[in-house]
């Protein structure tokens, strides 16, 4: 029976284990025990790497980086904008929702690498210092739940069929969770530059 | 095949949205709390020193 | 236009559709950056990058209208082919270009390399309208 249900809700399945993975870790305090043990590697990544070293000489390829970091998140916005306003139904009503899906998709898996790999350049550079700001843990956490959701339950749910088949409901609250998610990373990621 | 309108894909999305806008909405709220508070704070401090009678 | 992301849509009904939330996006940009830089005004105004980031915006604006009325120009000829005309190319390749550089040097605005104390360069000074050391050289 177990089997029967892992085989056939494969989705419900992986989402009940990273809840209950979620609620044991926050149940036994894993976060507080494994905090200190990342300060050496925060540390290496300033002082030790070769990325690190660039940021905190060089602040124009810092500044560089961080813009190209900015405009990568400007075309995720973009994609996950025109992408949930159309499952919305506010934009773009006249074009089919799954052509509109399918076509920014691509885009928006391009830029969200250019953002990782930007975001990982920025935050070497001031390591040390993000390592104690709370926004910073937040922005890494909405963007691996954003990430997540995309990735494995929001297109495979819209790539499986016609959108007219699925309840427009949830093709909402779909969209709305989005665009919550991905406005989080944004504002986390200016806050940061305010802490 | 499930021709079922709520299989896996849609009811793991169903609960996942309802699950982040939650925790995203809890988040947010705490937040814009603690800056009224802090606005508050300030404002309260910058009324206290800015007192002709308090010095 | 380019054909790179939607490519089997309209582009002049994608343009259309996208217009009104365009010129949203532009009010609330218009009005932030207003209060962005009612924030600090003089540190903004005598910021090289503020200023380069100024042109930059006119210049966007102005490529944006000869694009559009390019675009209605061209309508209905290219709308079924992959890619738009040339013509239609580059004014997108220059639209891309400069808001890419607005972003850029807004994102430069707080970075101190080229601020009033720290430069002695004339040409430099004049384009940052750094008045007091102008005076003073």
Redesign the interface.
């Known amino acids: 029976m177990l089997s029967n249900f892992l085989s056939n809700y494969r989705s419900v399945a992986g989402l009940i284990f990273v809840v209950l993975a979620v609620a044991l870790v926050e149940l036994f305090e894993v976060r507080a025990s494994v905090y200190p043990s990342l300060l050496p590697f925060f540390e290496w990544l300033k002082y030790s790497s070769w990325i690190g070293y660039l940021g905190i000489t060089f602040g124009s390829v810092y500044a560089t980086v961080q813009a190209v970091h900015l405009i990568s998140m400007a075309i995720i916005g973009g994609t996950v904008l025109v992408t949930d306003l159309r499952l919305l139904g506010v934009l773009l009503k006249d074009i089919p929702s799954e052509t509109i899906t399918k076509g920014t998709h691509q885009c928006f898996k391009y830029s969200l690498s250019v953002a990782i790999a930007t975001g990982i350049f920025c935050a070497a550079g001031v390591a040390d210092k993000v390592y104690y700001m709370p926004v910073f843990w937040i922005k890494m956490l909405a963007l691996l739940v954003g990430s997540c959701f995309m990735f494995f339950i929001k297109q495979p749910l819209l790539n499986s069929r016609s959108h007219s088949e699925i309840d427009p409901w949830i093709l909402r609250i779909l969209a709305v969770a989005s665009i919550t998610i991905w406005f989080t990373v944004a504002a986390t990621g200016r806050w940061i530059g305010f802490s | 095949m499930?021709n079922s309108?709520w299989d896996?894909?849609?009811?793991?999305?169903?609960?996942?949205?309802?699950?982040?806008?939650g925790a995203?909405l809890y988040?947010?709220v705490g937040e814009v709390q603690s800056t009224v508070e802090l606005l508050e704070l300030a404002y309260g401090s910058f009324k206290f020193f800015n007192n002709p009678m308090i010095f | 236009m380019l054909g790179w992301v939607l490519p089997g849509v309209s582009a002049t009904a994608i343009a259309d559709r996208l217009h009104k939330p365009m010129i949203i996006g532009f009010v609330i940009m218009f009005i932030t950056g207003l209060l962005l830089v009612y924030a600090k005004p003089v540190e903004n105004v005598q910021s090289l990058w503020f200023r380069i980031k100024m042109i930059l915006l006119v210049l966007a604006f102005i490529n944006a209208w000869v694009f559009n009325s390019r675009m209605r120009a061209a309508d209905g000829t290219w709308d079924s082919a992959r890619v738009a005309p040339k013509g239609l190319r580059t004014g997108a390749i220059i639209s891309l270009s400069l808001w890419c550089g607005v972003v850029a040097m807004g994102r430069f605005i707080p970075y101190d390399w080229v601020d009033c104390p720290k430069v002695s360069n004339t040409a430099l000074l004049w384009a940052s309208g750094c008045v007091e050391q102008l005076n003073a050289l």
């Open positions: 499930n309108k896996d894909k849609t009811i793991a999305a169903a609960s996942s949205s309802v699950i982040i806008l995203l988040y947010w």
